[in-house]
């Protein structure tokens, strides 16, 4: 064997320890059966996402072949839902008003499908109930949206502004506003715009305990069966009169035991507004918790109840690519893992969109190489006895010569 083979045969060796010492730093792994194409879909199961990283970063794939480690790159996809707005070009005219409010008609000059309208107004501390019409020829008008409510609240500790007009879309090449208002509503602007979406997957996951408290505030503690990325809830209030208070979503991190209490720590998720004006749906950046805290601050105003509180999240999939044969598993729990970079994710259009979903098996705690064990310098006392008997000496005998001198 000349030097060259030499060097190849121990780099592959290296390479191969490498790669187990990799696998070892990862704490469970899934099989994964049914590999039978070269592109392949994988989805997690709900009882994963408490054993991996927050980021969901430390995933890996490797297959043992003929004892060398393969690592089959993945593209990891959420089921997002996604929003197209196409803002329409159009002219206010016939800004005017009467006994009735005040009036503005917007001309498209083509009829489009418009079903967003967004609207500004300089007029602060405001509830209207506005009117909203269609017409093809400012002839004959056809009623879009009655009695429907925009609001703006604005004072020292708040500001809160609803004016956003939803509805069904509709093709008309003129839309008329009417806002019944004694006083000039000092509009700016509107943007007329057609939203479009795109269906995603969401997930609802079931809670396990609610728990209530009252007074200056309405604090609900949800703790969920399993650790899942959640990023949606739903609230139903259960009230007869309006409402506009402050709310704060928060997830736990982590928790503190002492003698007589535990001490919760939570991170906070989101900082808005909840008003019986628009509904009450709050999403928030995804994370990863077991148990979430709500907190709606009521002031000296009467506490709010709900029918029911809905946590959801999306779910999580990988797109793996494997182009050798071999015993494949998913490994994960590793916390000192970097996200993945392959480059796979550059060319993610030329995937196929009809993919094998790959059976995932149960968990396998991976077992650790046991650490040698550190012996101390003295494993016997009786050694550590006699060394300190002639250090004592030792101090004894300098310290009688330097008397004598």
Not at 56 to 61: G, N, P, V
Not at 222 to 249: C, H, M, T, W
């Amino acid at each position: 064997m000349n030097l060259r083979s030499k060097l190849i045969a121990a780099l592959a060796l290296l390479a191969s320890f490498g790669a187990m010492a990799q696998i070892e730093d990862f704490s469970y792994r899934r099989k994964l059966s049914g590999i039978s194409d070269t592109w392949h879909r994988i989805e997690l199961p709900d009882l994963m996402y408490e054993k991996m990283d927050n980021t969901l970063s430390d995933l890996r794939i490797y297959g043992i072949q003929n004892s060398d480690t393969i690592e089959a790159p993945y593209l990891l996809q959420r089921f997002d839902e996604e929003t197209v707005t196409e803002f329409i070009n159009f002219t206010t005219i016939n800004q005017t008003h009467s006994k009735a409010g005040y009036f503005y008609t917007f001309a498209l000059g083509t009829e489009v499908d418009v079903n967003h309208i967004y609207l500004r107004f300089a007029a602060e501390n405001f509830d209207w109930r506005v009117t909203l019409e269609g017409s093809h020829d400012q002839q004959e008008w056809f009623a879009i949206l009655d009695n429907y409510r925009i609001l703006s609240l604005s004072n020292s500790s708040t500001n809160y502004k609803f004016t956003d007009l939803n509805f069904k879309a509709t093709r008309y090449t003129y839309y008329r506003l009417k806002i019944p208002a004694a006083l000039d509503p000092k509009f700016i602007d509107a943007q007329l715009a057609f939203e479009s979406h795109r269906a995603g997957i969401l997930k609802d996951y079931s809670t396990r305990k609610i728990a209530t408290e009252h007074g200056k505030q309405t604090v609900f503690v949800i703790e969920l069966d399993n650790a899942v990325p959640v990023s949606k809830i739903y609230l139903q209030p259960n009230v007869g009169f309006d409402f506009f208070r402050p709310i704060r979503i928060e997830s736990l991190v982590d928790s503190t035991v002492t003698e007589t209490k535990t001490f919760y720590n939570y991170r906070g998720l989101s900082n808005k507004t909840i008003s019986s004006v628009a509904p009450c749906v709050f999403e928030f950046p995804q994370t990863i918790t077991k148990q979430l805290r709500i907190t709606i601050e009521n002031g000296d105003n009467e506490h709010l109840s709900f029918s029911s509180i809905r946590i959801a999240g999306r779910p999580h999939q990988l797109v793996a690519r494997f182009t050798s044969s071999a015993d494949y598993h998913l490994y994960y729990g590793n916390g000192h893992a970097n996200q993945a970079n392959y480059d796979i994710s550059y060319f993610a259009d030329s995937i196929p969109s009809n993919l094998e979903t790959l059976f995932l098996g149960n968990e396998e705690l991976i077992e650790k190489a046991a650490k040698p064990e550190i012996k101390p310098l003295f494993s016997n006392s009786y050694w550590l006895w006699a060394v300190l008997i002639i250090v004592i000496a030792l101090l004894g005998w300098f310290t009688m010569k330097m008397m004598r001198n």
